[in-house]
């Protein structure tokens, strides 16, 4: 078996303003040999994505550097990780949260660049907008970048949508779960999608494989539908249309599950059957069960792009009801020197 050898972690805070002439801090496991412990980069949707990394300090030369009255000034960090001279664009980009001690190790985490949106809760009004427009407005008076769907419905356009004594963050993920959407936050963009689906497969993990194998405590699950209480059948969406008339559209409808009816009472004048029924088809998309899940673990290529949420995952070798194309759902990197190596939560649905 040939495991990746020559695996390298490099690690940068920047911390505008300081005083303590630490302003820019660079960590390269190439070349603090006996420092680094370890790093762990967790990836999500709809979550906080952070990176936790800890580092040898029996003397607290480290943790030290970062005594003050302000030590987590919300500095930008940034790690990369591979193989080799050139590693490429950042693995995680996010903003310094957390310094403790552990032992005799420090600890830092950092979450992902969104955290600047979970910091204040706000009031305000977002009018003749709708939700793509209202969750773009959030990401960018935060400083961020964003990115909405390929093709995006066509939504109807809110009268007035108050946030009330809620974050940016908590408002943003109230209109993404309105309009069928997921997001998530890479580098600078925060990015709301429909539900992945089933795609060109970005790896394929094989049991038993020389090179592209699963570690030995893999899992997969399938859960019988019909036991499921979160299984949709239909999703119908009501509003009021022209002169204030009821207006509902729905989701086609499966043979199984749970009917869900939602009351949308901030659009009257604009709502028609047409738009409702797109928004209740997105959000049944969102609420699909998955019938398999698996958890698995491999080391990380050489070669090849690193793998994110969203993509396909290709699974081979592990019998004929489990192996098949999955969606990754959440993936963990964990460097250690010597050793680098994903987890990954998988996901694949069964046709209705």
């Not at 420090?106 to 427009?133: E, Q, S, V």
């Not at 356009?157 to 108050?162: C, L, R």
């Not at 908590?170 to 089933?198: N, W």
């Not at 604009?270 to 958890?295: C, I, P, V, Y």
Request: net charge positive; hydrophobic share 35%; charged share 30%.
């Amino acid at each position: 078996m040939n495991l990746p050898s020559a695996a390298r972690a490099v690690i940068t805070i920047d911390r505008p303003g300081s005083t303590d002439g630490q302003g820019s801090v660079r960590w390269d496991s190439w070349k603090t040999k006996g420092l680094f412990n370890r790093v762990t980069v967790d990836l999500v949707t709809n979550e906080t994505s952070q990176v936790e990394w800890l580092f040898f300090d029996k003397d607290y030369k480290v943790i030290d550097a970062f005594a003050g009255a302000s030590p987590v000034p919300m500095s930008e960090v940034k790690v990369y990780f591979g193989y080799g001279e050139e590693l490429g664009e950042p693995a995680f980009k996010g903003l310094l949260a957390d310094v403790g001690r552990v032992a005799e190790s420090t600890r830092f985490i950092a979450f992902d660049m969104a955290f600047k949106m979970k910091l204040l809760k706000k009031a305000g009004y977002k009018n003749k907008k709708d939700d793509l427009a209202i969750i773009r407005d959030l990401v960018t008076r935060n400083g961020l970048q964003f990115e909405g769907p390929e093709t995006p419905l066509t939504l109807e356009k809110h009268n007035a949508m108050m946030q009330d004594e809620r974050t940016d963050w908590e408002h943003a993920q109230e209109r993404a779960r309105d309009a069928g959407l997921v997001t998530y936050v890479r580098q600078d963009t925060l990015f709301a999608k429909y539900p992945a689906k089933v795609g060109t497969p970005a790896m394929t993990l094989r049991n038993r494989d020389a090179v592209s194998h699963l570690l030995a405590d893999w899992e997969f699950n399938f859960h019988t539908p019909e036991s499921l209480e979160g299984r949709p059948k239909v999703v119908k969406v009501r509003g009021r249309g022209k002169s204030g008339r009821r207006a509902e559209g729905q989701s086609d409808v499966a043979d199984r599950g749970r009917e869900t009816l939602s009351l949308k009472k901030d659009v009257p004048g604009k709502a028609t059957r047409s738009k409702l029924s797109k928004r209740a088809q997105a959000q049944k998309a969102l609420e699909r069960e998955h019938a398999f899940d698996g958890r698995v673990s491999s080391f990380v290529p050489p070669t090849g792009r690193r793998v994110d949420v969203r993509d396909t995952i290709a699974v081979e070798g592990v019998g004929k009801l489990f192996s098949g194309n999955y969606i990754c759902d959440r993936v963990s990197y964990q460097f250690a020197p010597g050793r680098l190596a994903m987890d990954m939560d998988l996901y694949r649905d069964i046709a209705e």
